[in-house]
């Protein structure tokens, strides 16, 4: 344990870092980014464009805000036109919470001007510096809520954020060795799919590397504790039509949320890129990755019987639109 005076200039450190903090990211005015929204209000609607259709409840849950509080927030926002609400088909006493056209239109570009002056502030540093800042900011979070495997956390854009036990990063060399080997191997052990599945993983990165398009397309690695625990891919389709491919998550990284953060991804990137449509394939079996697409707004379209990777299967198409 630090001695008493120890303990206080730790105390004096971290308010004079949140004051220094707080006046850089520009949170301290009445409203943030000099929009008509303060900074809860911000928040929610972060929340509404990055996560696929919350309730208010777990939108008080994840941001830690009063129940009331939040429910003031979104009857001015319905009144605004921003969000609309559709009974949930899970609980009847519930309403699932999307924003409307209106309410992306009004959130776009303020997402755009925060990311642009998060990126103006890093530009000036040196790459390393970059990824020292984030490492840091990785450190303070993971110690002060070290929450254990499998305890409720909320989804949203970006990594380590919004107290996730994983952080989310692009692509690297070496990662789809890993995605191909991974697939083969759990797809064998836990649903008895032989090595044509395999290759036709192995066929998917190639692709995905040849023809990659930073702008419309995306590759999120899961990691924790420095490991990787799962990834998704979203790729060009068509014009308005993305497909989202290869969804894993490890046996490690499961009991998370992490499946739901990974397609609330592609979501949210689909329809920053402009995108109408998000499609994907998938075999009925597969029920874990199933209520994830269901639960995120995705229906399923058709079925079709077929044999391959060994087995007689039921191959379904699920598309949700933007």
């Not at 969000?83 to 899970?90: E, F, L, Q, T, V």
């Not at 809520?145 to 690297?172: E, I, K």
């Not at 070496?174 to 836990?190: F, I, N, P, Q, S």
Request: glycine content about 8%; hydrophobic content about 40%; proline content about 4%.
């Amino acid at each position: 344990m630090p001695s008493a005076a120890d303990a206080q200039d730790h105390r004096d450190a971290i308010r004079a870092f949140n004051r220094f903090y707080t006046r850089r990211i520009g949170v301290l005015g009445e409203h943030l980014l000099d929009s008509p929204f303060s900074l809860a209000e911000m928040r929610v609607l972060y929340e509404l464009a990055h996560r696929a259709s919350p309730t208010a409840a777990e939108l008080g849950r994840d941001l830690g805000l009063d129940a009331g509080y939040v429910s003031r927030i979104l009857r001015r926002f319905e009144a605004r036109r921003l969000i609309r609400r559709h009974p949930s088909p899970h609980d009847g006493r519930q309403s699932r919470l999307t924003l409307t056209t209106r309410g992306r239109r009004a959130f776009a570009p303020l997402e755009t001007r925060a990311r642009a002056e998060v990126g103006a502030m890093l530009d000036r540093l040196p790459a390393s510096h970059q990824g020292q800042i984030v490492g840091a900011m990785d450190t303070i979070q993971r110690l002060l809520d070290p929450r254990p495997a499998g305890s409720s956390r909320g989804g949203a854009s970006g990594a380590a954020v919004n107290n996730d036990p994983y952080v989310l990063r692009s692509h690297r060399p070496g990662d789809m060795g890993w995605v191909v080997h991974r697939h083969g191997e759990l797809y064998a052990r836990e649903w008895g799919y032989n090595h044509e599945f395999e290759a036709l993983v192995a066929r998917i990165v190639a692709d995905f590397l040849d023809h990659f398009d930073p702008a419309r397309e995306r590759c999120w690695i899961a990691e924790r504790g420095g490991a990787i625990v799962g990834w998704v891919f979203l790729v060009k389709k068509s014009a308005t039509v993305a497909k989202l491919r290869l969804l894993l998550v490890e046996p490690e990284g499961r009991g998370l949320g992490l499946g739901r953060r990974l397609v609330d991804e592609c979501i949210r990137f689909a329809r920053e890129a402009g995108y109408r449509k998000i499609t994907l394939w998938t075999q009925s079996e597969l029920t874990a990755a199933r209520q994830v697409y269901e639960r995120a707004g995705f229906t399923r379209t058709s079925r079709r019987q077929h044999r391959s990777f060994g087995k007689n299967l039921v191959a379904e198409t699920w598309d949700l639109k933007l």
